[in-house]
């Protein structure tokens, strides 16, 4: 773990995201479709479909793609801008609405507008004071 600003440097400026895109985290479940249909899934149905679901830290969209199906509205919050222009790529404009955060608030994200937020994998890099100031929010 580190702070925010080495955190924003490695996703941003040092991880390198070209030969797997984030995918290469799912490999022992034998893909992200294997692990999202046998891990997260049964552990998120009940909360699915929802109207407007956040999703915090989407890197490249891993995830993104598998939620984006049972919500009208996904919102990612990345503190990668670099990530954000992946997932925009990845996902396309329609339903999503693509959100560069500060790594501890829900930037641009009114209050009371989302249903359901999801993180996975992302904030076990983040401190205490970082997820509290999540909780937070």
């Known amino acids: 773990m580190g702070s925010l600003e080495e955190i924003y440097h490695f996703w941003n400026n040092s991880y390198d995201w070209s030969r797997y895109q984030g995918d290469e985290w799912s490999a022992r479940w034998g893909g992200p479709a294997m692990q999202w249909h046998w891990s997260i899934l049964p552990r998120i149905r009940r909360h699915l479909p ?6 915090i830290g989407p890197g490249h969209g891993r995830w993104s793609e598998y939620l984006q ?10 503190i990668s801008e670099r990530c954000i222009h992946a997932c925009k790529e990845r ?8 959100k560069v955060g500060d790594g501890k608030t829900f930037t641009g994200v009114e209050d009371g507008s989302v249903d359901f937020c999801f ?4 904030l076990v890099q983040a ?9 937070r929010e």
Not at 50 to 55: A, F, Q, R
Not at 91 to 98: M, P, S
Not at 119 to 122: D, H, L, N, Y
Not at 127 to 134: N, R
């Open 69 to 78: 199906p049972h919500c009208d509205r996904l919102i990612l919050l990345d």
């Open 119 to 122: 993180s996975f994998e992302s």
């Open 91 to 98: 996902l396309g404009e329609e339903g999503v609405t693509y």
């Open 127 to 135: 401190e205490a004071d970082v997820l509290s100031a999540y909780l």
């Open 50 to 55: 929802t109207s407007t679901l956040l999703e």
